[in-house]
């Protein structure tokens, strides 16, 4: 079965940094642009980050800019999202996504479940 | 602007059509993608490139493209189509992403 799972999201305090990771199964990272999407509590969908598929470049929402990093390694094939000065406005679950963009830009056809973040003193 | 605006909720009877607006300026340009999703699950693809159906998607999702807006059309609305939907498309880099607010829909 085509799969993502996300892991490592857990309660941190502000100003602290997590490593979230994104598993793939069935599936080769290094063919798919990779997606961060999150979902505060209460709130919609709003795009994180992307890292292409050798992981050469990346692009990130204004408000982590500076402050996340993506990153893959596709011989586990897994995607990282590194997140450092951590707000409490970056609370909340945190999914990855695949999307295939040659020939064209497909969408984000597989996503995984999500992994908790809670910032907090 | 590559904002996008979605109805915050949209409800409907069983049975009846439910019909999912997302308008956004820079839409003429750029292709549109549909999301349902349901609490505590993962997002699915329901409509890609416009109009396009996943396999697997009931043929009742279907979706259109005029100008600055875009439709996600459910025709014969069941129960478990409740859920939120949001509208994404590509952003002023290209590479990256926008989503709308999402939209909810009840069934009645």
């Known amino acids: 079965e085509v799969q993502l799972v996300e892991s490592g999201g857990e309660l941190v305090q502000p100003g602290g940094s997590l490593r979230l990771s994104c598993a793939a199964s069935?599936?080769?990272?290094?063919?798919?642009?990779m997606h961060w999407v999150r979902q505060a509590p209460g709130k919609g969908l709003v795009w994180v980050s992307r890292?292409?598929?050798?992981?050469?470049?990346?692009t990130y929402a204004d408000p982590v800019k500076g402050r996340f990093t993506t990153s893959r390694d596709n011989t586990e094939n897994t995607v990282h999202l590194q997140m450092n000065s951590l707000t409490v406005e970056d609370t909340g679950v945190y999914y990855c996504?695949?999307?295939?963009?040659?020939?064209?830009?497909?969408?984000?056809?597989?996503w995984g479940r999500g992994t908790t973040v809670i910032v907090s003193s | 602007s590559y904002d996008l605006t979605q109805p915050p909720s949209v409800s409907v009877s069983p049975g009846q059509t439910a019909t999912i607006t997302c308008s956004g300026d820079?839409?003429?340009?750029?292709?549109v993608y549909w999301y349902r999703h349901k609490p505590g699950q993962a997002p699915v693809m329901v409509i890609f490139?416009?109009?396009e159906r996943p396999s697997g998607i009931p043929e009742r999702f279907s979706g259109s493209h005029s100008g600055t807006t875009v439709t996600l059309t459910i025709s014969g609305v069941q129960a478990e189509d409740e859920a939120d939907y949001y509208c994404?498309?590509?952003?002023?880099?290209?590479?990256?992403?926008?989503f709308g607010g999402g939209t909810k829909l009840t069934v009645l």
């Open positions: 994404q498309t590509a952003g002023s880099s290209g590479s990256s992403r926008v």
């Open positions: 820079a839409l003429p340009k750029q292709y």
């Open positions: 996504a695949r999307e295939r963009v040659l020939p064209t830009v497909y969408g984000m056809d597989v």
């Open positions: 890292i292409n598929g050798d992981g050469s470049r990346t």
């Open positions: 490139k416009d109009s």
């Open positions: 069935t599936f080769n990272v290094r063919d798919y642009w």
